[in-house]
């Protein structure tokens, strides 16, 4: 398994921007997929984007445009970059590592982001 540490949430006006880091430790050359997650209050957790060993990426319809996955080997470090920031992007988000092959299935404690209008 690899334990996942993320940073960077914080509040942030409308129109905005914020970068999350996940910071990886543990056997991370095993891990095929990184994603970002986030849970608003009442809501279900979503995925907001993902990407993989190959560097395809998926991205939530509503963060398209505004929001870019990217990963830096050399640091063990995923980042979300997340700009022009909307109140409804609010909620806290969550990196995972994953490795369907291998079981690997990890996540990290999250980081809040708050959006004010």
């Known amino acids: 398994q690899v334990q996942l540490v993320e940073s960077g949430g914080g509040l942030v006006q409308a129109g905005g921007s914020l970068r999350l880091s996940c910071a990886v430790s543990?056997?991370?050359?095993?891990?095929?997929?990184m994603a970002w997650y986030r849970q608003a209050p009442g809501k279900q957790r979503e995925l907001v984007a993902a990407?993989?060993?190959?560097?395809?990426?998926y991205y939530l319809e509503a963060v398209k445009g505004r929001f870019t996955i990217s990963g830096d080997n050399a640091k063990n470090t995923a980042y979300l970059q997340m700009n022009n920031l909307k109140p409804e992007d609010t909620a806290v988000y969550y990196c995972?590592?994953?490795?369907?092959?291998?079981?690997?299935?990890?996540w990290g404690q999250g980081t809040q982001v708050t959006v004010s209008s």
């Open positions: 543990g056997n991370s050359v095993s891990i095929n997929i």
């Open positions: 990407i993989t060993r190959g560097d395809n990426e």
């Open positions: 995972r590592a994953r490795t369907p092959s291998k079981g690997l299935d990890s």
